[in-house]
């Protein structure tokens, strides 16, 4: 579309407003080359203004406004290279007498000038902080946008100021309003999104300020239009740009004579424009525009911040909300009653018009929702369609078409799934959009036709967004969402808590299952990558394919523990208790291992690293090293460096002597490489005939530093733990416990402890018939058993007041009731210092 062509209906977004080829009349333009050498256009208005001869194309910039001048227009030009940010001379005199503000950007091959009468009354940046010092303290958005437009009003001296915020769809609304008093209000009123064309709000982004001196339509011509390429000048951010007469006709049909907008950019959008009409002709000067540019850039970044807090806010107060719902979540009573009594509570944390809870097939609603007979299909297509996850839509008529009967009412839902196997669900309903706007005026007010046709007057243009936000409602931003989520954890934490009290445990596996497999879904590809890559691998020539298959079980081995630690707890695990593991094949009493360090706990990632490395170093420490003798040793050591990184110290003693492998294989890269490629830390092993040696760092951001714990001692290879104020061995105890293989295990951990007094249980009924005849001294229950849970045993032992802890394969107590749920809990699968050590702490308490 060229600029000489006619705008129409058609192609009025595609007006290229950045091409004019004229400029308002309150200043002049002249268009030099990059360098401000020749001129090679100008504004009709220009010889004039700046009283010059009449012929300005073609000339030598020095000589028409001065050397000095000249000088300094090139030294800005140099100093400010980005279009975006023109540079600024105020009160540049380019003759005697003839004094100008003069703004100057360079674009598309151009040195653009721009020239204003100079007012040297205003200090624009002492206006500018005068202006900040206002609302610099503000501490709520809204205070904030109402502060802005009375400020902007009484020192710029327009008679409407209006903070206009776009909605998701183009459309805007007034936030804020300061107006002359005999005027109509538009706070709080809409605007369709045609009234602010989108190449309008591209240019917004770049130039962030726009002035309308005069809406009568009078422009000043660029003299020539195109130059000998047949291109127009690009205006695009030249203060001077003319204006599109689409929008000037609108301006004049709301009788505005002049305006100003000063853009409101958030993150890189346009978030608003702070809008400024007057009804007479009106002008402001660069250093009052500059002052309302720099204003404007400073609201945007109190926005901004202003914003985020109150997101903040409202999160934390749903999430505080959440909490208390939660501690009058008991594990008796009927959960379809506690969730209908917490709903008043759900529906203040989230902006809806309506709120209703479909559970086990009963139905309750507050507010304005769908009829009663409807919201099995409608829970039946949310379960369907979102796949167990939060669902939000503001067209629901549109993707679920049976809702046309009832859109009125909701146009909008967000559903927030109760259960993985059913169509229990939370809904928040929001009503049709059309019934809650406040329209700019009457949309059938008729005003009078001009020049570019009865369509484009401002009142009639709603008559077309009306058509497009029909069966549509608030749509659901991030904020929502986000609260939405709260409401969902704390919700399923709570229905799943009274279920399985319930159901059949078989279907509580199952949703405790999925839950879980959503949670490590990456971190097991993650480690299946690994595996793939260790299976890949080619082994040496020289080495059989049973050595090759131990080898990589051995690997695979030293990952599944480390991925069984991610699993079991806080996604991580101790160096300690890694070392251990993977040393405890090689103790005998013909060698001699030493542990030695603080209490470091790696994260998920370094520890799976570390599984693989270690499982290494004593794969060959045992093949070819300090224990693969008698009277070898090894001690391991670690400390942490003032820098906060981890210094691990493998040091072998006494083995065969050590020589310099004369190829590198897969095990030795693997230590080699590990820690810095997937952790950026170091590893260095040094080949010393007298044992090997090797060092290694891990980064702070991957470990936790824990508190020191209880004096430990080794004996034969295993750690026991001092003995506690009442000795273990003297005590009588009651395992529970289903699998009797794990039974038989612990049976033997405690054996080995000196505890002989042993009375196992494999179910709840079982072990209570054993208590009808003995009381233990301590108990060990496991909470998930195969028939139900160990809560009844638990229960009875609280009566007697007889010490037990708990025990899980999983971090899961939601089948325990809140008086229980400060029981200590021990891990599976059992370590047996860990183990003793907690019986003996319970002892202890008693």
Not at 262 to 274: E, F, Q, R, T, V
Request: hydrophobic share 40%; proline share 6%.
């Amino acid at each position: 579309m060229s600029p000489n062509d006619p705008v129409n209906l058609t192609n009025c977004d595609r007006e290229p407003i950045h091409i004019p080829g004229s400029i308002q009349p309150h200043g002049c333009l002249i268009a030099c080359d990059a360098g401000a050498g020749t001129v090679l256009r100008h504004s009709g208005n220009a010889a004039a203004m700046l009283g010059l001869e009449t012929e300005l194309n073609g000339r030598n910039l020095a000589d028409l406004i001065g050397h000095g001048a000249t000088h300094d227009i090139r030294n800005a030009l140099a100093a400010a290279p980005e279009a975006s940010r023109p540079a600024l001379i105020p009160q540049l005199e380019i003759a005697p007498g003839r004094v100008f503000d003069v703004s100057i950007h360079r674009h598309a091959g151009h040195a653009i000038l721009e020239f204003e009468a100079s007012d040297g009354k205003v200090m624009a940046l002492q206006l500018t902080r005068e202006l900040i010092g206002r609302i610099h303290a503000t501490i709520n958005s809204t205070q904030l946008l109402r502060q802005t437009t009375v400020l902007l009003k009484a020192v710029l001296g327009y008679d409407r100021v209006m903070v206009y915020r776009f909605e998701h769809d183009g459309a805007g609304k007034v936030e804020a309003e300061a107006k002359r008093p005999d005027l109509e209000s538009f706070l709080g009123q809409y605007f369709p999104a045609s009234d602010i064309p989108q190449q309008a709000r591209a240019l917004y982004l770049k130039n962030p300020i726009r002035i309308i001196s005069d809406s009568a339509g009078h422009s000043i011509a660029i003299e020539p239009t195109l130059d000998p390429s047949g291109q127009p000048l690009d205006l695009s951010h030249a203060h001077l740009r003319s204006v599109s007469p689409i929008h000037l006709e609108y301006l004049r049909n709301m009788g505005v004579a002049a305006s100003m907008s000063i853009s409101i950019i958030i993150d890189g959008a346009l978030w608003g424009l702070i809008a400024c009409h007057h009804y007479s002709p009106k002008f402001l000067s660069m250093p009052q525009r500059i002052s309302a540019e720099m204003f404007g850039e400073y609201l945007s970044m109190h926005l901004i911040g202003l914003l985020q807090k109150q997101r903040l806010t409202a999160v934390t107060t749903a999430r505080n909300a959440l909490d208390r719902f939660l501690q009058r979540a008991g594990d008796e009573g009927d959960v379809f009653d506690l969730m209908r009594e917490a709903m008043a509570d759900f529906k203040d944390m989230l902006p809806c018009d309506g709120i209703g809870l479909y559970l086990n097939e009963r139905w309750h609603g507050i507010g304005t929702t769908p009829p009663a007979a409807a919201i099995p299909g409608l829970a039946d297509f949310m379960s369907s369609t979102s796949e167990s996850r939060i669902f939000a839509t503001h067209n629901l008529s549109l993707t679920y078409p049976k809702a046309e009967d009832y859109y009125q009412d909701a146009s909008g839902v967000l559903a927030v799934p109760l259960s993985q196997v059913s169509s229990d669900c939370l809904l928040f309903f929001r009503k049709e959009r059309l019934q809650t706007l406040n329209w700019a005026g009457n949309p059938d007010k008729s005003y009078a036709t001009g020049p570019m046709g009865d369509r484009l007057t401002p009142r009639k243009s709603f008559a077309i967004w009306k058509e497009t936000v029909e069966r549509n409602s608030e749509p659901w931003n991030d904020a929502d969402r986000e609260i939405a989520s709260a409401i969902h954890s704390a919700a399923v934490e709570v229905v799943l808590r009274h279920s399985e009290m319930m159901q059949e445990e078989r279907l509580k596996a199952e949703i405790r299952q999925r839950l879980l497999n959503e949670e490590l879904n990456h971190r097991v590809k993650n480690i299946l990558a690994v595996i793939k890559s260790l299976v890949a691998t080619p082994a040496r020539e020289a080495v059989t394919l049973s050595e090759y298959v131990t080898s990589l079980r051995g690997r695979i081995q030293a990952l599944s523990l480390a991925h069984d630690q991610v699993i079991r707890g806080s996604g991580g695990g101790e160096v300690k208790g890694l070392l251990e593991a993977e040393l405890s094949p090689y103790k005998s009493e013909n060698n001699k291992i030493t542990i030695l360090g603080p209490g470091i706990q790696l994260d998920g990632r370094a520890y799976a690293v570390a599984a693989l490395v270690f499982h290494e170093m004593c794969t060959n420490a045992a093949k070819y090293g300090s224990l693969s003798r008698p009277g070898g040793s090894l001690e391991v050591s670690w400390s942490v460096r003032p820098e906060g990184e981890i210094e691990i110290i493998w040091q072998e003693m006494g083995g065969p002597p050590v020589d310099r492998p004369s190829r590198r294989g897969f095990g030795t890269a693997l230590i080699e490489r590990s820690i810095p490629f997937d952790l950026g830390g170091s590893s260095k092993v040094d080949f010393d005939p007298g044992g090997l040696r090797a060092t290694m760092t891990i980064p702070a951001r991957f470990i936790t530093v824990l508190e020191q714990r209880p004096e430990e001692k080794m004996i034969n290879g295993t750690q026991t733990a001092l003995t506690e104020a009442r000795k273990l061995d003297e005590a009588s105890v009651l395992l529970v416990e289903d699998q009797v293989l794990i039974a038989m295990d612990v049976e033997m951990m405690l054996s080995d402890n000196g505890i002989n007094e042993i009375t196992v249980a494999n179910s709840s009924a079982n072990a209570l018939d054993h208590l009808k005849r003995f009381t233990p001294d301590v108990a060990l229950l496991d909470i998930n058993l195969g028939t139900g849970t160990s809560v009844p045993v638990a229960q009875e032992l609280v009566r007697r007041n007889v010490p037990f802890i708990f025990a899980t394969g999983y971090d899961d107590r939601t089948a325990l009731p809140e008086e229980l749920l400060s029981i200590p809990v021990v891990r599976k699968p059992y370590d047996a210092a860990e183990l003793i050590q907690a019986l003996g702490r319970r002892l202890a308490e008693t």
